[in-house]
């Protein structure tokens, strides 16, 4: 242990040399560990300590006591503001981290300007000296350059760590979930894999991939990964709501339940979860439990118009109008812009022929979303209840020019326009 803490001194010393191998993280066997005297990443060591000892015994030997304080000073501020990372005085979270470098690297400027003013003073070539020293400059300036840039955007400045820590699944796991969030699932899932294979207890990597996995309905692999996440980690509630997705979509409903309330138990406000919750119970015609599941979810966050928009829903399925409206009244007062509500309270409310109502929600939705052809076809059954057959055409022929195959949608186009053909004969 006391090998490897000194061989990571060695290597904080190295990044304020040469500031090449950076990354964001540095734990997660980014470090492989020193487990025998042979390994050659000793020699490290030994620098490091030949180094630094020798400075030591110039700060408190040398006859020239300008000499003495400058290097002291160096020294001090070198080796005091590291002390805190450097696990002598208690335990800290990380293996590497650059910022701790930040202030010793005063200390690191202050010896590196004296030794260059002895050598100046010494060498004949003072010339080739500057060149040198300015060289060192510019290219840490151009490296400062583009490590700036590099964070500047997440997939960046994580693909710029997996030269530097290919071992670290934590690397693999921030690729990957960014690939996930921009939608490339493919690339997504072998970084997720990788990251797994390092450390195969990773569990939020197996929740990530489960998800993915759950998503491509590649079940069966999914609940392996969720199960393994929950068996090492059993409070991790994510992982296992989302084996409560995966076994509903199996139809294995009762251990989709139990899943679901561990999930619970392990985060008391998870309005996801009862959301879930209530799905299942929907699909097994519980639907008192649904409502109530659903209920909790709006309790717990308010915003949750997929919970609203299902409750809704569920009432206008069972006949329950007047619940129905009250309930797509009150989730429209919490969040009024939402376009999902104003189309389930406006087909509720056209079924209790509140036309009037129904036609001015129809219509704020189609403008906040106006390429649902579901939003069109459904005002268009309300024109075609009202009796404005003209409007019910119209808007049947948006449906079916943005969905041809809009369930439905079709047949009531095609009994509208007999029914005109009727109205025009009769007129003729």
């Not at 300590?49 to 015994?57: A, D, E, N, S």
């Not at 993915?212 to 393994?228: H, T, Y």
Request: hydrophobic residues 45%; glycine residues 6%; positive net charge.
């Amino acid at each position: 242990q006391a090998i490897n803490y000194n061989y990571y001194y060695s290597l904080n010393a190295w990044l304020l040399l040469c500031p090449w191998w950076l990354c964001f993280d540095w734990s997660m066997g980014c470090i492989p560990l020193i487990k025998s005297i042979s390994d050659w990443r000793i020699i490290a060591l030994a620098a490091l300590w030949f180094c630094l000892i020798g400075l030591i015994c110039q700060a408190l030997c040398s006859e020239d006591s300008h000499k003495r304080r400058i290097l002291t000073l160096g020294l001090g501020f070198l080796i005091i503001p590291f002390l805190p990372a450097s696990n002598l005085f208690f335990r800290v979270g990380f293996v590497i981290a650059e910022r701790v470098i930040y202030l010793p690297s005063i200390g690191y400027c202050i010896l590196f300007t004296y030794g260059f003013s002895l050598l100046s003073k010494q060498a004949k070539k003072k010339k080739i000296l500057a060149v040198a020293v300015l060289g060192i400059l510019l290219i840490n300036v151009m490296r400062c350059a583009l490590r700036s840039s590099q964070w500047r955007s997440e997939e960046q400045l994580f693909r710029s760590a997996l030269s530097v820590c290919p071992l670290n699944a934590k690397v693999h796991y921030n690729v990957g979930k960014n690939l996930a969030d921009k939608g490339n699932q493919s690339a997504a899932i072998k970084y997720y894999r990788e990251a797994v294979r390092l450390n195969p207890k990773y569990v939020h990597a197996m929740n990530n991939l489960g998800n993915i996995l759950k998503e491509r309905n590649e079940l069966q692999e999914a609940e392996e990964l969720l199960s393994l996440a929950v068996q090492i980690q059993p409070d991790f509630a994510a992982a296992w709501m989302n084996l409560g997705i995966v076994q509903n979509s199996l139809r294995r409903f009762e251990e989709a339940e139990q899943s679901y309330w561990t999930a619970i138990k392990h985060r008391k406000k998870y309005p996801d979860c009862y959301y879930n919750l209530g799905r299942l119970y929907a699909d097994l015609n519980r639907h008192i439990d649904a409502l109530n599941a659903w209920r909790n979810a709006t309790v717990l966050k308010p915003e949750h118009s997929l919970a609203w928009n299902n409750m809704i829903i569920l009432l206008d399925n069972t006949g329950n109008l007047a619940q129905a409206e009250a309930v797509g009244r009150e989730a429209l007062g919490l969040i009024p812009n939402d376009h999902s509500l104003m189309f389930s309270l406006a087909n509720v409310l056209g079924k209790s022929q509140k036309y009037k109502e129904s036609e001015a929600l129809f219509l704020k939705a189609i403008k906040a979303n106006p390429n649902a052809a579901s939003y069109h076809g459904n005002l268009a059954v309300l024109y075609h209840r009202w009796g404005n057959l003209d409007l019910a055409k119209k808007h049947y022929e948006v449906s079916l020019k943005l969905d041809p195959m809009a369930p439905g949608t079709k047949e009531n186009y095609n009994l509208l326009r007999r029914k005109l053909e009727q109205l025009q004969k009769k007129g003729g």
